[in-house]
């Protein structure tokens, strides 16, 4: 019984609990968007290059996932999803979290420019500094547009891969950003009309707290609008192809529809069937990234055969 | 005669001080295979700083 107590007091942290302030999740759709960014650039990488460049993005985008939690441990801790992270449950001390946050920062960048180029470094760098201080420190305790501003930082990833092959930017790697940038809002607002959330109690402005839900639903249809001339557009540059342009028409088409129809529901519609049109379009609008970002890697590897492309 | 078995805190720090470890040896790894690949695209011709010298490409030492 002793033993147990002094033991509970460590509060000595495993290596999963370092692991879990790296997002893992959010770092799967980072890698896998800066692999496609990666491999439909125009020009080829040695595979022992591509291989540490993505891990070390991947580690950038987890490092700046540790800044973030060690800023939000506040509110992280009052809500009921995320009250069991690292830090508010005390597996993690805040000083633990900012140590790991800024040291894999640094390598994180120095590796992918010493692997790379200093561009892609640069953007890297670009990235944790927008989603850290721009995003967490700065604006999303201030406005309600808080998921627009941070669609920004998850949308670099691809451009951090084209310019890992190309060295610099392009029409090609700005529009792979502008489609994750206009997809993440109609995305998390989806969620945010589903999920009962706390964000009024942490005092985060959440566009469905400050603007009401009548006011989300209209949001969602608005960006889900100007996204699919997003789509469309990348699907007649040099990474697009009938492939992409067949996905990007079917899946905007749909992804339209699905915001049409939640822009036209009211809360006591929603409540009846249990949020069943919003969790749908939540559910697709995950698929469209994932199906988006493949329809370019086809266009990509069936263009030597003839087959994608223009 | 018999020893109790370790706490479970004994288990964590093994656990996180095995990890470490591993991404350490990880780590090394990569910049050495880094080394490997960025050394072989010099090639003979561009020699320790990468600056390609005409004199000692293979076929510039043939008459």
Redesign the interface.
Known sequence: MTEMRTNDLTGEAGFGDYVQLLKPRVMSLVVFTAVVGLLVAPVPVHPFVAIVSILFIALGAGASGALNMWWDADIDGMMKRTKGRPIPSGRVSPGEALGLGVALSGISIVMLGLAANFVAAGLLAFTIFFYVVVYSMWLKRLTPQNIVIGGAAGAFPPMIGWAVATGGVSVESALMFALIFMWTPPHFWALALFMKTDYSDAKVPMLTVTHGRKATRAHILVYTVLLAPVGIAAAFTSIGGPITLAAAVLLNGWFVVGAWRIWRRDEVQAEADKYSVEKAVFRFSLYYLFLHFAAFLADAALRPYGLGGW | MSFRPD???YK??F??N???GLLLALFVG?VF??TV?KVL?IGESGGFDGVVRQGAAPDAKTP
């Open positions: 706490h479970e805190i964590r720090r656990g996180r095995l990890g470490v990569l295979g880094l690949v695209a």
